[in-house]
């Protein structure tokens, strides 16, 4: 049987906003997600191995269960009953770690829709959504990707019109920020300021690319946490190159920039590069099914 290959795509945030703590002892977000073009390749292929295990390109991604990509793959078989004498799952991963860009997630997406060609599309798209959402917290969009706003724990998902036309610079410090660190922190102060996540719906349904970068916001950026600093600088230096809006994605620690101009987005990635070993230019991507 042929290898399944898949693009696994890395997501960043236009806004972050906690709208409340559940009992369940996670929290209420809304997010407007946005696919990026930055990605890891997937390929899996069925062995007699006996085993589910991934391989990846960076030595410190574990290759069992803690792996979401394995877990994914077990979940889709359980799922429709199959069994498969051995599976194996090669990532090669060019999305950062610890980057607050879903990387752990959407691989386990890649290997859904690659587990539900493998086994001739078993599963509706709105049924592997529903499968994703116990596997990664970002898992459930990144099964269609696109653009969309994600409520609850991300699961709730809204698909949104396409984000318009740019590029974006993301540019990742050396250090990873910890979420369940950076969700303590946010935890013991209010909060000061909430996105206009109306707003940027708004200007999105209007394709209004300025309207929506000035309302760019992250909740996470307002914890005390010396590492922030890191993340102001990065953004004055897009600001410095003509970004439109830059704002940190996720739990950081990246930083992404939206620019109109393909040249401008260009010269701040090289300029950016010459301090970040992780930067790069990206585009949108639209929903992939
Ligand atoms: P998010 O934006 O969803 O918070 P992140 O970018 O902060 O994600 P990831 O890069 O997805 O974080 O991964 C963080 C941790 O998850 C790593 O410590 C890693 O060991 C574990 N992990 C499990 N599966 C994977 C995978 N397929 N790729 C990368 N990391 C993985």
Do not use: W
Request: hydrophobic content about 40%.
């Amino acid at each position: 049987m042929k290898d399944i290959k898949e693009k696994a795509y890395a997501k960043i945030n236009i806004s972050l906003d906690i709208t409340g703590c559940r009992d369940d002892g996670y929290h209420d977000m809304m997010m407007v997600m946005q696919t990026v073009s930055i990605c890891d390749d997937i390929k899996i292929s069925l062995n007699d191995s006996g085993t589910i295990r991934a391989y990846s390109n960076l030595r410190f991604i574990p290759g069992d269960d803690r792996n979401l990509a394995v877990r994914a793959a077990k979940r889709y078989l359980e799922e429709i009953g199959e069994r498969v004498s051995g599976l194996r799952i090669d990532i090669r991963k060019d999305i950062p770690v610890g980057a607050g860009m879903g990387g752990g997630s959407s691989d386990a997406a890649a290997v859904l829709r690659g587990m539900n060609r493998l086994f001739d599309d078993r599963l509706s798209p709105d049924e592997l959504q529903k499968l994703a959402e116990n596997v990664g917290s970002d898992t459930a969009f990144c099964v269609k990707g696109g653009t969309a706003l994600a409520e609850g724990r991300g699961e709730i998902l809204t698909e949104l019109p396409d984000f318009p036309d740019c590029f974006f610079v993301v540019c990742k410090p050396e250090f990873s920020i910890s979420t369940p660190e950076l969700f303590k922190k946010i935890d013991a102060v209010p909060l000061r300021h909430h996105p206009d996540t109306c707003g940027i719906l708004d200007a999105l349904n209007k394709g209004n690319l300025k309207e929506i970068c000035r309302r760019m916001y992250n909740v996470f950026e307002d914890v005390d946490d010396r590492r922030m600093r890191t993340v102001a600088e990065i953004k004055n230096r897009l600001l410095d190159f003509g970004t439109l809006g830059s704002i940190m994605t996720g739990t950081g620690s990246a930083v992404f920039g939206v620019f109109e101009d393909k040249n401008k987005a260009q010269l701040a990635a090289e300029s950016l590069k010459q301090d970040y070993r992780f930067c790069f230019t990206a585009m949108p991507v639209k929903k992939l099914m």
